[in-house]
């Protein structure tokens, strides 16, 4: 299998906002990181990957199976996180075993008994006690308990302090490491993604801004910044996007390698994630 999920042409209206032909593929042993704002449309394409909300046109594949037709088959081999925990508060870790190994054919008892000791949380204490840490490692636990192949996360770091981010990432990390498994993954923490991610999606108001190896915009990419004529009299095959402001004006440039031996007079610096939203979103 080449490909864990494939997303083609992803199209989804609502009354106020539409997904518009939304393409992504993740291959085996990578991490994916989906980025946007608010509304931008990232919880909407996971609940259409995950077959939660029929969508108008597109096609999805999990792990080589197609999530509508065949969607059980699809599914027994996927993991699931989203931004809130939804196992109900008067559950025990020990209780949804019990649960669960009646849903997931493939339910491994040993390895979720190993997860709930990795992450410290205690079996027979109520959900309802544990903090929003707890609350996601469990998530995490129950997620990587059935031989998952491929992890869905929305949001799984967002409120948590910095050692848990940090034990999750590694998570993730050992997750992919014997290059079969994969994750997607939703976040408005840029700077986790730039630790773990391999590629990075980024959509805005329901369009597809950009889909590229982390490490070619995180090494490529670039910030040129000069007064305004000098950044309008840029040749156009070196920008992707200009922003002039009161004072200066800068230009994103897809190869600051390329652009620095073109114009070695213009200052031209690194970008983050953050920054690559910024500018892909401005309307100056």
């Not at 707890?134 to 192949?149: D, E, I, Q």
């Amino acid at each position: 299998m080449k490909y864990c999920l494939e997303v083609k042409g992803l199209c989804k209206s609502y009354p106020d906002f539409s997904l518009q032909n939304i393409d992504l593929v993740i291959p085996g042993g990578t991490i994916m990181g989906l980025i946007g704002e608010n509304g931008a449309g990232k919880t909407t394409t996971i609940k259409c990957i995950l077959n939660m909300v029929p969508w108008d046109q597109g096609e999805i594949r999990l792990l080589g199976q197609d999530n509508r037709s065949q969607q059980r088959k699809a599914k027994e081999a996927v993991g699931v996180v989203l931004d809130e925990c939804f196992f109900h508060d008067t559950l025990r870790p020990k209780d949804l075993h019990l649960i669960l190994k009646g849903l997931y054919p493939n339910w491994d008892r040993e390895l979720y008994q190993s997860y709930l000791k990795k992450f410290q949380l205690p079996p027979d204490k109520y959900i309802k006690e544990f903090s929003r840490g707890m609350k996601m490692k469990l998530s995490l636990a129950v997620a990587l308990s059935h031989n998952a192949k491929l992890l869905i996360l929305d949001e799984p770091t967002s409120g948590l302090d910095p050692v848990v981010r940090a034990e999750i990432l590694d998570i993730f990390l050992d997750f992919i490491s014997d290059g079969e498994h994969s994750v997607l993954v939703s976040s408005h923490i840029t700077s986790d993604l730039e630790k773990v991610a391999d590629y990075i999606t980024f959509i805005h108001q329901g369009k597809l801004m950009l889909c590229e190896n982390k490490d070619n915009i995180i090494y490529g990419y670039g910030i040129a910044k000069a007064d305004k004529a000098t950044i309008d009299a840029i040749d156009s095959q070196f920008v992707l996007k200009k922003k002039h402001g009161k004072y200066d004006s800068e230009a994103l440039v897809s190869d600051r390698a390329a652009f620095s031996r073109q114009y070695p007079e213009i200052l031209v610096d690194p970008i983050n994630l953050d920054e690559l939203m910024l500018m892909l979103c401005s309307d100056k």
